[in-house]
């Protein structure tokens, strides 16, 4: 066990990339248990962590968010939620929590919406009066609700992981956390637009709220596609994902008739490129996967967590503090991929329920992605924004105080995960 450690801390501190540390470390592992027989595994190990039929779905869903990227949709959504919204104090800011909802449906990576949403939203915000470091926090903070909400690239990726939960139960048990998210975003977002006196908008007339309804209702029915087809068990998650890519090139070429050729060869090149990353992690992460599992580190890591407290809340709390902090220096998918082989087996063996755990770790690392020194959304939040890093942390404190309590109470209250999935059954 020692040598895959020191060769997993000293990789990580010179900064190599994480699936090379993976990998390496499982290799020193492997090697240090049983010599040179142990490293034939390896390449196994590897291709059984990107064999996964259900991977298909990971390319189809992230080709289907470009597409929608690239076709305009996010004009359209934004204008439907501005017409919301009309004459609210602080619309603008209302509006960017509201779209990232509609969004997450769309798209499932964080990223993603933080461009595609700020590069409309930011600019708006800063000419309307908005200081530009809250409307980059606003706009980060309301992004991380994408993986969260069904569909989502890093739930398909913990199903593959792990095999012990389907990604239907996963996709169903984010719908409540992620509408907390929202909610409690939308908390304050309303009370520092009465408190700061952020602008109002003129009334949207009703004829072009209907209007703009229309025009982003073809959109919106891709999340149904997905979600309906695959809750009601007409499809599968990859079948789909595929008619949702079918469906978004032909909404975007024959009836919004902004999806050029060019576009959809960008946003192919975009796919590739994404996918690339997350295969290789996945097969990197099969390879330390297999390590934890032999060497018993996962057994390790539950008795460790009992020797602090006997209280399963307490328990789950200070897990929760690990995640975060291993979200400070990882972007959501390496850090999924080092550590839920470890920490899921530890909090099965702890009596913790599967499903419920599985969510609020994928809400915790999610929500680490607005958090200091790597943050992605937030740093790439400031960048669009031309705001200094630093301006942007200190803005989404607030935020960052409201997932906290989201944090909290999906601890506290497993049914606030597991109960829609319950119904399926």
Known sequence: MTPAIATFVVLLLIGAPVAVVMALSGLAGGYAMGGERMLGIIADRMFSGVSGFLLIAVPYFIFTAEL?????????????????????????????????VFFAGLTGAAITDTVAIGKIMIPEMKRQGYDAEYAAAITACSSIIGPIIPPSVVMVVYATLLRDISVIDLFAGGIIPGLLMALALLGVSFFLAWKRGYPKQAPTPFKVAVLSFLAALPAMFVPLIILGGILSGLTTITEASGFAAVYAILIGVLLYR?????????SLVVTVRFSGVVFFLLATSAVLGWFVTRSGIARDAAGLITT?????FLQLMLVCVLLILIGTVMDVLPALVVVAPVLVPAMIQLGFDPLHFAILMIVVLNISNVTPPVGMTL??????????YERAIVASLPFYVAFLVVIVLLAAFPALSTWIPSLLD
């Not at 305009?72 to 009309?86: Q, S, V």
């Not at 602090?308 to 399963?312: G, V």
């Not at 740093?379 to 200094?388: E, G, H, L, Q």
């Open 68 to 100: 929608m990227n690239q076709g305009g949709l996010t004009h359209k959504l934004i204008a439907f939620n501005n017409a919301l919204f009309g004459r609210v104090r602080g619309a603008l800011s209302h509006v960017n929590v509201s779209v990232s």
């Open 258 to 266: 902004n999806l050029s050729w060019r576009k959809i060869w960008n």
């Open 308 to 312: 602090f407290s006997d209280s399963a």
């Open 379 to 388: 740093m790439t939040a400031a960048r669009i924004a031309n705001v200094p």
